[in-house]
């Protein structure tokens, strides 16, 4: 088995954990089991570098690991695993909103170019459109962020304002959040990306044609190229 195989199969293992550990830590009073969807997380980001022995990686995993275990003896192990449900998407959306500036590339815009090449199509409803959609991306991004912020801020007995201890105004089962993190956002962003590929296939169809899953694997394949032009 070749190690590009080999880092796949980890980077799929630990994306099926990171659910998994959030609904058990959601579960669990143990505050260490708190410790691991921010360490699931955090080494996903850093396997790239962790699988080619890169030293800068593995430094920044043990510091992860390390900064993890100094939050158990002050009280504090679940204000991580409490903020990624909100902070992951307003880093998205901070993402698709910067590419919307001024004299910059919105993000499908950019996609649409790197994915198709030469049959980009570059005609003026496509610009308006893959902006537009850039545009709806990055609020449904900061909106979903905004909800879970907001979940995790009013459960009890264990949410962020409990954590610094004050009372919760309208305080909501902690189940709830964990529903909302662990199942309907993904949900809700599934269910986005399939309506926007269905709608551009109505509204542009001098697109190029495409199956949904030769969509998504250019999506996932030219992901990291995106994310160092944005």
Same mark, same amino acid.
């Given at each position: 088995?070749?190690?590009?195989?080999?880092?796949?199969?980890?980077?799929?293992?630990?994306?099926?954990?990171?659910p998994l550990?959030?609904?058990?830590?959601?579960?669990?009073?143990?505050?260490?089991?708190?410790?691991?969807?921010?360490?699931?997380?955090?080494?996903?980001l850093?396997?790239?570098?962790?699988?080619?022995?890169?030293? !800068?990686?593995?430094?920044?995993?043990? +510091? /992860?690991? =390390?900064?993890l %275990? $100094?939050?158990?003896? #002050?009280?504090? &192990?679940? *204000?991580?695993?409490e903020?990624?449900?909100?902070?992951?998407?307003?880093?998205?959306?901070?993402?698709?909103g910067?590419?919307?500036?001024?004299?910059?590339?919105?993000?499908i815009?950019?996609?649409?170019r790197?994915?198709?090449?030469?049959?980009?199509?570059t005609?003026?409803?496509t610009t308006?459109?893959? !902006?537009?959609?850039?545009a709806?991306? +990055? /609020?449904? =991004?900061?909106? %979903? $962020?905004?909800?879970? #912020?907001?979940? &995790?801020? *009013?459960?009890v007995?264990?949410g962020?304002?409990?954590?610094t201890?004050?009372?919760?105004?309208?305080?909501?089962?902690?189940?709830?959040?964990?529903?909302?993190?662990?199942?309907?956002?993904?949900?809700?962003?599934?269910?986005a990306?399939?309506?926007?590929?269905?709608?551009?296939?109505?509204?542009?169809?001098?697109?190029?044609?495409?199956?949904?899953?030769?969509f998504?694997?250019? %999506? $996932?394949v030219?992901?990291?190229e995106?994310?160092?032009?944005?």
């Open positions: 088995m070749n190690a590009a195989r080999v880092r796949a199969g980890l980077a799929g293992a630990l994306i099926l954990a990171w550990s959030t609904h058990w830590a959601t579960v669990s009073a143990d505050p260490r089991v708190a410790l691991l969807p921010p360490l699931v997380l955090g080494s996903l850093l396997l790239p570098g962790l699988s080619r022995g890169r030293g !800068r990686s593995a430094l920044l995993w043990l +510091a /992860l690991v =390390l900064g %275990l $100094a939050l158990l003896p #002050l009280g504090v &192990a679940a *204000l991580p695993m903020l990624l449900p909100a902070l992951l998407p307003a880093l998205a959306a901070a993402l698709f910067a590419s919307l500036r001024r004299g910059r590339e919105p993000l815009t950019r996609f649409v790197i994915s198709e090449g030469d049959a980009a199509p005609d003026a409803a308006r459109y893959t !902006r537009t959609v850039t709806a991306w +990055a /609020l449904l =991004l900061a909106a %979903l $962020a905004a909800i879970a #912020l907001l979940l &995790a801020l *009013l459960a007995p264990d962020l304002l409990a954590l201890d004050v009372a919760s105004p309208w305080p909501l089962p902690r189940a709830w959040w964990s529903l909302w993190s662990n199942a309907i956002a993904y949900a809700v962003l599934g269910i990306f399939v309506l926007e590929y269905a709608l551009r296939r109505r509204l542009l169809p001098q697109a190029p044609r495409r199956g949904f899953v030769a998504a694997r250019a %999506l $996932a030219h992901w990291p995106l994310k160092r032009r944005a």
